[in-house]
């Protein structure tokens, strides 16, 4: 039966009419319903996962394959569970309607709960742990080995529903130290290899000129630093920055960077160092302080060139930004503003080589802001440009087009990522291009989506 807008008019007057304890019911109804549902997805997502095993590099149901990397077998949960088939977690990403590393979480887990955490899993099925917290330990424990993974299931039986993620996480933990038996160095040469640094841009829509860094390192270095920081802010108040100290110590992070640009590390080479050294050194400084900030702003070039209190652009990558906030970060560092092409008249060019000359390449960025396969979230910046129609070498035997035309054209280009151009090569996945901006996939069961410029529609399976 379809819902009509009137339909959902009388359920809002059925509740608003409804007693205190009719809510409470209702929500307590809803809470179950969600509960069941998220725990009946799980076990699709088994079923799912043991329905794709690995198969033969060699040969697939699209017949022999390009170099078996394409269809190398995923190992998506811990310890003693299933390998399955490459690209499994595509077609159930787009019946979900959900991003594709979600579905492969969620194949994860399923897997997890299966064959390392069953006392957890019967649980989870009977309604005393809801699926998000038996989900949480999955992930957590999903680097132990699989004893370590089941003394956790053992010791948290008929707990899990109780303890706090806190408790869980000290459980987790005293299991790799018990069963696991890994030495303290071991662990520490482990950690190591997950130390980084990394920018992560907020949601735009809390605006664009606010983003969050995140450092993991070595214990000392970083504690260091954070003084160095504090310290920055105190100096600030000092000389009459009348912001929290909260908002000082992220202001003091562009202070120590200016200080650290204007820096000569040439005196700390000692005397034994090669004159080259010291000019791949100098090198290296000058390359430093000659960095820019490349931003492909969107915005009016009227609005730009008469100044508009207030006038709003917006930033790739970062989401709306004013033109105010974008003059200010000129004043304090070297950033290249990156003129945007208009793409109207995208299908008018073309050129006869594989790889797109950089204003075409530019062009198709513009278009699709990110990898076209359904749900995925990855930047087309830093993507693949895929030919829809693949290429064919003229030198062996390709077109050139009747028209005249080359291959390589927008209309032909559409950005992917290394994975989901991947799984188009295989043959798995096919896609055409509808409208500008607009793709048509098809996978494997019949899965189909449609990508848009305003985001992704599951179609009913052929």
Known sequence: MTSTAQDSDLEVVDLAGASVTGLLEQ???????????????????????IAHPVVDAAETAHGPVLPSVLEAPETLGGEGTPAVAAFTAEPLAVACGIAPSSATALLADSLDLHHRLPVLWHQTQAGFVPA??????????????????????????????????????RLIAEAAARVDGEPLAEKDKRSRSEWDVQLKHRDPREGGATSEIHAVGDTLDLTRFHDVVRAEAEALGALGDGDTFEVRKAKALGVIADAQARLDLTTLLDEETTPEEQAAVRRRLIERRDARVRLYLHASLADVAAGVPGAVGTVEGLGPVTLDQIKEWMGRAR????????????????????????????????????????????PSRHADLDHIEPYEDPDEGG???EDGSGQTRPDNLAPLCRRHHRAK?????TYQRTTPGTYLWTGPAGVTALVTPTGTITLPTC
């Open 132 to 169: 998000w917290k038996a989900r949480r330990v999955a992930a957590r424990t999903r680097d132990l080995s699989l004893d370590a993974a089941l003394w956790v299931d053992r010791h948290t039986a008929g707990r899990v529903g109780s303890l706090s993620l806190g408790a869980l996480d």
């Open 335 to 378: 950033v290249t503003i990156q003129p945007v092409l208009h793409v109207a008249s995208e299908d008018t060019w073309s050129v006869d080589r594989h790889d797109p000359p950089r204003r075409m390449a530019e062009q198709v960025v513009l278009r699709d802001s990110t990898c076209v396969f359904p749900w995925c979230s990855h």
């Open 399 to 401: 077109p050139p087009r």
């Open 27 to 49: 929500a307590a109804e809803c809470e179950a319903v969600l509960r069941e549902a998220a725990v009946h997805q799980l076990r699709i997502a088994y079923e799912w996962a």
């Open 425 to 429: 090569t295989t043959g798995s996945w």
